[in-house]
């Protein structure tokens, strides 16, 4: 029995394949499952029209898409994150954070496209991975500035502490 896949079946073929499989798995399993139809020609005509729509629908897409990741690339974040004396930065930069930066700068992405691969924790040049299509991935440009972390003397707060307790004896 000849069958058109609708959808990609694990050990048989993948949507759109013309396969050859027995009479009863075709009758019994594919066809029921809504998995494949039978390979008249008029729906093979169908099966192909179908295709065309959608591929022009997903080169339509893809072009749009491609549109973002241009602006993208011409983008440049900066943020600056407070860091110790040793030069280990206080948490990370998110996928958050620099979806906001881009959002300031007019291009706006959903967080989870960025593709963080490891958290940022350090200051310099990075750049990050943004997976908007399946066929289209841009790259920001990130620099992370170092902002020392000036630590207060504590000698003023216990001597305040000190004539508190002076005082209500």
């Known amino acids: 029995m000849k069958l058109l896949l609708k959808e990609d079946v694990d050990g ?3 949507c759109g394949d013309e396969v050859e499989v027995k009479d009863g798995y075709g009758r019994n399993f594919l066809i029921p499952k809504g998995k494949a139809l039978l390979a008249t020609p008029n729906n093979l005509k169908a099966f192909n029209h179908q295709k065309l729509v959608v591929q022009s629908k997903v080169k339509k897409v893809i072009a749009s898409v491609q549109t973002i ?5 011409k983008v440049t974040c ?3 994150k407070k ?3 040793t030069g280990k930065m206080f948490g990370s ?3 958050q954070e620099i979806a906001d930066l881009l959002k300031g700068q007019g291009v706006d992405i959903d967080r989870r496209k960025i593709q963080i691969a490891e958290p940022i ?3 310099g040049e990075y750049k990050i991975p943004v997976k908007l299509h399946s066929e289209v991935t841009a790259e920001i440009k990130l620099v992370v500035e170092a902002e020392q972390v000036v630590a207060e ?3 003023p707060a216990t001597k305040e502490v000190e004539q508190e307790g ?4």
């Open 83 to 85: 860091v110790g004396d």
């Open 78 to 80: 900066t943020v600056k």
């Open 153 to 155: 003397p504590s000698e």
């Open 166 to 169: 002076e005082a209500e004896v």
């Open 12 to 14: 048989l073929g993948f």
């Open 121 to 123: 924790k350090k200051a």
């Open 69 to 73: 990741a241009d602006e993208i690339a």
């Open 93 to 95: 930069v998110t996928a």
